[in-house]
């Protein structure tokens, strides 16, 4: 089977991962950029922006047109989905999204501010009965009972997905605005407390009762980058780089807020760009 062979994914499509495509698209590199359902929502509510140089009173929402009209005229794709895995394979990655593979030679972290909130026992219990991707790893509970945490509307995909393998699933939406679930599928609506086991998931605490499982995922918006890509160096939840953007890990570049503070647009562009221009310098040196 053929997968998409790409020369540089970017995760990503706020202004630092824009400006890597920009940046890696004009120096004839092929990269695309994969990104939320509404790239930078931040941006988006901002209505005044007075510290970017050129553009004096501008609005979040104006910028963030410009910047996707910009990559519009590049031929620049994006694909409003999320990364659930990184494998690194050899001098290139296979990276998993909704289940698809796609390969490239090299990867820009772009993916802004991740602090997420995790549930008490979610780290220990990750890879033991707790998974970020149902269209990955579902196949392993055929006909067990798994349940699911939705923070937003792609989670109810996975939910569906789901149904027609598990022997019960049951959804736990926190957010508005329920669309079309799969009938079979128990809807609780309670917040989850704790997960609850030790060698293994065993249970779900939520608000109103233990909910005795076999698996459980949880559907954030983005994926953390350590659980992303283990491995990656981190301090203080921020990914560690040199000048050049490079990570610890050959072939990955990181840019913008994730990378740590200060949480301003212009610096989030500049190291974009630098991110772009040395992914295209690493592949330029892994062709000669």
């Known amino acids: 089977m053929d ?22 698209t004009i120096r004839n590199k092929k990269a695309i950029v994969y990104g939320g359902e509404f790239c930078s929502p931040k941006l988006h509510k901002a209505p005044h922006i007075n510290n970017y140089l050129g553009f004096w009173d501008v609005s979040g929402e104006e910028l963030r047109n410009n910047y996707l009209n910009h990559v519009q005229q590049l031929d620049i794709k994006i694909e409003y989905q999320k990364i659930d895995n990184i494998y690194p394979a ?41 998974g970020y991707c149902a269209t990955c790893d579902g196949p392993l509970y055929k006909g067990k009972k798994v349940a699911v945490i939705g923070y937003n509307t792609e989670a109810e995909e996975e939910v569906n997905f789901l ?78 780089v040199n000048r050049k953007m490079a990570t610890n890990i050959s072939g990955v570049f990181a840019a913008g807020d994730c990378i740590g503070s200060p949480y301003q647009l212009a610096k989030a562009v500049g190291e974009g760009a630098v991110a772009g221009l040395s992914a295209v310098s690493y592949l330029d040196e892994m062709n000669k």
């Open 3 to 24: 997968f998409p062979q790409w020369d540089i994914l970017i995760i990503g499509c706020g202004p630092a991962g824009l400006s890597a495509a920009v940046n890696a």
């Open 90 to 130: 050899g001098k290139s990655f296979n990276v998993v999204s909704k289940g698809n593979m796609i390969m490239c030679n090299a990867i820009i972290i772009a993916v802004g501010l991740q602090n997420p909130k995790y549930l008490p026992g979610e780290e220990e219990l990750l890879g033991k009965g707790v």
């Open 163 to 240: 149904a027609g393998l598990a022997s019960q699933v049951i959804y736990l939406p926190l957010y508005q605005g329920l669309g079309s679930i799969d009938s079979r599928v128990r809807i609780l609506n309670e917040r989850p407390k704790a997960l609850l086991g030790t060698d293994r998931l065993q249970a779900l605490e939520t608000e109103g009762e233990t909910l005795e499982i076999d698996g459980l995922f949880i559907i954030r918006d983005s994926i953390p980058p350590a659980q992303l890509l283990p491995g990656l160096e981190l301090e203080k939840n921020a990914i560690v």
